[in-house]
């Protein structure tokens, strides 16, 4: 029986790999899949991974109907890899999970669950309602104090906001340049302790941390 599945957890865990694993494990046994992205880092039409990987993708967009695309398609496809699934509508999601119970398209949806203010991203939200199952991604991002990091920070010209444009196309970095992100522990993000902010006051107040370079 087909399902819609949903991979989720923070940035920098390795989604966007496991994603590329999994249409690889999938079509090296003769199943026909479509790869699906959106604002993916490398640019449009792409799903790339931080370890180098990258394929080619389909660009979604507000006005991409999953429904329509997939039921047109001239020969039957198996399944569906979409990553960067937080940036989808609820009514996309919903176009998926339709597509998994009309058609036994099996659908592997990749994405961050939560934002930088630690609000659900409404595709992701979406995706917790429907999905058959919610997979944590076990290879946990570490926080610079070695917690296991469970928030996404931005941060703009180096200081952590949580304010803001709930979409804005970024990179993990060290806080620099425009606009950055970070994965935080709880305690950290909620003190809006970046490795940058801890670097500052690590001399002041005699810590002997070691911050990642």
């Known amino acids: 029986m087909a399902e819609l599945v949903f991979f989720s957890g923070t940035m920098d865990c ?3 790999t496991l994603a590329l694993q999994l249409d690889h ?3 090296a046994r003769g199943r026909r899949g479509l790869i699906f992205s959106r604002d993916d880092r490398a640019g449009t039409d792409r799903l790339s991974s931080r370890l180098g ?7 979604v ?3 991409t109907d999953f429904w329509e695309l997939v039921s047109g398609q001239p020969v039957p496809v198996d399944y569906l890899v979409c990553d960067e699934a937080q940036f989808y509508s609820p009514a996309q999601v919903e176009q998926l999970a339709r597509l998994v119970d009309e058609t036994e398209v099996d659908v592997f949806a990749f994405g961050i669950t939560a934002d930088f203010r630690t609000r659900l991203f409404p595709g992701s939200a979406r995706l917790i309602e429907l999905a058959d199952r919610v997979e944590v991604l076990q290879a946990h991002a570490l926080c610079w104090c070695g917690a296991r990091a469970t928030h996404n920070a931005r941060t703009v010209d180096g200081r952590m906001v949580v304010a803001g444009e709930q979409v804005v196309v970024g990179d993990i970095g060290d806080g620099g340049g425009e606009v950055a992100y970070e994965v935080l522990c709880r305690r950290h ?3 809006r ?3 940058a902010a801890a670097r500052a006051l690590a ?3 005699g810590l002997s941390l070691e911050l990642p370079d």
């Open 203 to 205: 001399p002041a107040d």
């Open 61 to 63: 967009t507000d006005a």
């Open 193 to 195: 302790m970046t490795t």
């Open 25 to 27: 494990n999938h079509a």
């Open 14 to 16: 390795g989604k966007s």
């Open 189 to 191: 993000h909620m003190r």
């Open 53 to 59: 990987l990258e394929v080619v993708a389909l660009e």
